[in-house]
DNA sequence: TCATTAATCGCAC
DNA sequence: GTGCGATTAATGA
């Protein structure tokens, strides 16, 4: 506990160095989707903001480790993220991708003692976090926060569940449409273009399938003139045909 | 520019 | 549908 209170204070002294490189205060973010934020008002009296630590990871950097132990709960607070498991034969199963104010990590905590899922910084990222001891103390003094939290918990079991469906039973061109679909709804567009740099590998990952199946239906989407490509960006052209394509077989997430 | 890495394609299973 | 290997394109030092 000693330490842990040490640690928590250089870690402070740090945050405060890095801070004039980027805002990490939550008065001035502007992720207005993340719990903190829209519950600020009640938050700021037990003083859960003040006890945040900062992180920031640069692109391909790795912050949770599979295996590794619990010990608190962390939000994006700029950059994107991929979490995932590591299947049979090292092959990588992304479960989601976690953009600006969303929380990673939630799965384990509580009751669970070690992560089952690891993360990586898509770009560079700044993170939010807050441990164990902090966070169950705001949840039990703040009724509201802790519904906001059981609404979010229950959404992603639901958005889960729809996903082992949705590989199970899709062909591999609707999973492909439907991971096209997904990363559109999250991460929207810029330029026309998917704003975000995922290789054909990590969509293969997401959408529970190979590297070069993804080729294969990307070039198949590209002769059809829905989707088009330059290099890694990927555009999409007619959203509604692919959108058609899922909903005809009644699997459309809205995840 | 050159070297490394990613994307693509063809082919066998 | 999957996996390997060769070729080509893109990226970055």
Redesign the pocket.
């Known amino acids: 506990m000693q330490l842990e209170t040490s640690i928590a204070r250089h870690k402070v002294l740090t945050t405060t160095r890095k801070s004039m490189l980027y805002n990490t205060s939550c008065d001035t973010c502007e992720n207005y989707n993340c719990l903190i934020k829209s519950n600020m008002s009640t938050l700021d009296d037990v003083g859960l903001i003040l006890k945040k630590n900062n992180l920031r990871c640069k692109k391909g950097q790795q912050f949770i480790i599979e295996g590794a132990p619990v010990n608190g709960l962390f939000f994006v607070l700029k950059g994107k993220v991929k979490v995932f498991r590591t299947g049979i ?1 090292g092959r990588e199963q992304i479960v989601r991708f976690a953009r600006e104010g969303e929380i990673i990590g939630h799965r384990g905590f509580g009751t669970e003692e070690y992560y089952s899922i690891g993360a990586i910084a898509l770009e560079d990222t700044v993170l939010c976090y807050f441990s164990k001891h902090t966070l169950q103390e705001a949840l039990i003094n703040n009724p509201k926060f802790a519904y906001d939290l059981m609404l979010f918990y229950a959404n992603e079991l639901n958005k889960s569940e729809s996903k082992v469906k949705s590989i199970s039973q899709m ?3 609707e999973r492909v449409i439907d991971t096209l679909l997904y990363i559109n709804r999250k991460f929207g567009t810029d330029k026309g273009f998917l704003d975000v740099n995922l ?3 990590e969509y293969a990952d997401y959408a529970g ?8 239906v ?2 198949a989407l590209k002769k059809e003139k829905l989707i088009s ?4 960006k990927i555009g999409i052209n007619d959203i509604d045909l692919l959108k058609k394509e899922i909903s005809e077989h009644n699997f459309f997430l809205d995840s």
């Open positions: 034969n062909t591999v061109r290789s054909r590998k399938t190979t590297e070069e199946q993804v080729i294969r990307f070039s490509a330059k290099g890694k």
